[in-house]
T-cell receptor
């Protein structure tokens, strides 16, 4: 497998459910990111991990909880979400010296 | 300061025509300006990027023009093809510590008619 892989591709969850999104990168990058992409909105940066440490949390509600167990894996744990959280969640990785991000295909999340 | 303003929101071009998408920024510390292409159901993919030490970069049919004094940069797609139909995002970043955080424009949906 190459690039950035996200699972699942689609997820429907109720507001009381707990689920997790997974991201795996096979590029040897040292930084990973979670972005939220909604209709008619720019890509919103949620979390940044560099060398497995969280370096940025862009005022994201606590119902979103990231986890980065190693430089190749990134998770986004979800609980008690709201319908407005329905969006495409994108994972990306980069090597800090280049600035070029490689994105995964995203998880399409629907909260019902 | 951190915004990147992108226009137009949508663009329709005939096959063989030139597509032009513009972006403007305020933060003079930005030093990396990539363009991303996103097809439906896929994540954005890096298309072409430029640093402020050059005014133009060309890769095949895609060209970035960069105007440092005006704080503007644009993407030109020559001989546009239906397969170029996608959403295009400009972005800008500054290198900070161990990560570079991109700020994205709102995107331009390009439709190339056959």
């Amino acid at each position: 497998e190459t690039g950035v892989t996200q699972t699942p591709r689609h997820l429907v969850m109720g507001m009381t459910n707990k689920k997790s999104l997974k991201c795996e990168q096979h590029l040897g990058h040292n930084a990973m990111y979670w972005y939220k992409q909604s209709a008619k909105k720019p890509l919103e940066l949620m979390f940044v991990y560099s060398l497995e440490e969280r370096v940025e949390n862009n005022s994201v509600p606590s119902r979103f909880s990231p986890e980065c167990p190693n430089s190749s894996h990134l998770f986004l744990h979800l609980h008690t979400l709201q319908p407005e959280d329905s969006a495409l969640y994108l994972c990306a990785s980069s090597q800090d010296t280049t600035g070029g991000y490689t994105f995964g295909s995203g998880t399409r999340l629907t909260v019902v | 300061q951190q915004q990147v303003k992108q226009s137009p929101q949508s663009l329709i071009v005939q096959k063989g025509g030139i597509s032009i998408i513009n972006c403007a920024y305020e933060n003079t510390a930005f030093d990396y300006f990539p363009w991303y292409q996103q097809f439906p159901g896929k994540g954005p993919a890096l298309l072409i990027a430029i640093r402020p030490d050059v005014s133009e970069k060309k890769e095949g049919r895609f060209t970035i023009s960069f105007n440092k004094s005006a704080k503007q940069f644009s993407l030109h797609i020559m001989d546009s093809q239906p397969g170029d139909s996608a959403t295009y995002f400009c972005a800008a970043s500054t290198g900070q510590g161990g990560s570079e955080k991109l700020v994205f424009g709102k995107g331009t949906k390009l439709t190339v008619n056959p």
